[in-house]
Antibody, heavy 119, light 107 residues
Framework: QVQLQESGPGLVKPSETLSLTCTVS????????WSWIRQPPGKGLEWIGY???????NYNPSLKSRVTISVDTPKKQFSLKLSSVTAADTAVYYCARGPSGSGSQVDYWGQGTLVTVSS | DIQMTQSPSSLSASVGDRVTITCRASQSISSYLNWYQQKPGKAPKFLIY???SLQGGVPSRFSGSGSGTDFTLTISSLQPEDFATYYCQQSYSTPYTFGQGTKLEIK
């Protein structure tokens, strides 16, 4: 069973860079796409972007200028950096596997980590 | 971006009821439509892919249908554990987008 676990600071100051890491266990990181998805408190889900295990990326244009997703295959980790954050970036951040399969679905999710942007 | 619109936004129902949630895409997405269930404080759980294929382990009371722009999620006989928020998501083109969610509450 694939498991994902997010880690990183829960509090980030405005204008600084949010950095999170996702560790994959119970399965291979190679040969799959891996995504970051966020959810502001009480709101819906927003896809941030994904990375393939080889390193190719695809970002949401609404965040593209501020987002970097990277992968460390030997460590079975992938990471998110979001620069110049504001209060609007306060959200639960999920790492997930996907798009995957015939429906390009997101089939495994981390538990999520709340990141608050505040001074 | 492809806009996904779910209806209703909230729904009250009783155990044993049959419920249907609708998801409409702003353009054709073929069958690239997935459904997720989210309970408070938890990550979404993947239920249905490619509009109508049930993920392994998901109870058969859940079913999905549709293609093009109009899709439905049906729960044939609500169980207590089904009260949650449901999201549709299109995976036809990036940026992948989700519906705003349908909150299913106990009547």
């Amino acid at each position: 069973q694939v498991q994902l676990q997010e880690s990183g600071p829960g509090l980030v100051k405005p204008s600084e860079t949010l950095s999170l890491t996702c560790t994959v266990s119970g399965g291979s990181i190679s040969g799959y796409y891996w995504s970051w998805i966020r959810q502001p408190p009480g709101k819906g889900l927003e896809w941030i972007g994904y990375i393939y295990s080889s390193g190719s990326t695809n970002y949401n244009p609404s965040l593209k200028s501020r987002v970097t997703i990277s992968v460390d295959t030997p460590k079975k980790q992938f990471s998110l950096k979001l620069s110049s954050v504001t209060a609007a970036d306060t959200a639960v951040y999920y790492c997930a596997r996907g798009p995957s399969g015939s429906g390009s679905q997101v089939d495994y999710w981390g538990q999520g980590t709340l990141v608050t942007v505040s001074s | 971006d492809i806009q996904m619109t779910q209806s209703p936004s909230s729904l009250s129902a009783s155990v044993g009821d049959r419920v249907t949630i609708t998801c409409r895409a702003s353009q054709s997405i073929s069958s690239y439509l997935n459904w997720y269930q989210q309970k408070p404080g938890k990550a979404p759980k993947f239920l249905i892919y490619a509009a109508s294929s049930l993920q392994g382990g998901v109870p058969s009371r859940f079913s999905g249908s549709g293609s093009g722009t109009d899709f439905t999620l049906t729960i044939s006989s609500l169980q207590p554990e089904d009260f949650a928020t449901y999201y549709c998501q299109q995976s036809y083109s990036t940026p992948y987008t989700f519906g705003q969610g349908t909150k299913l509450e106990i009547k």
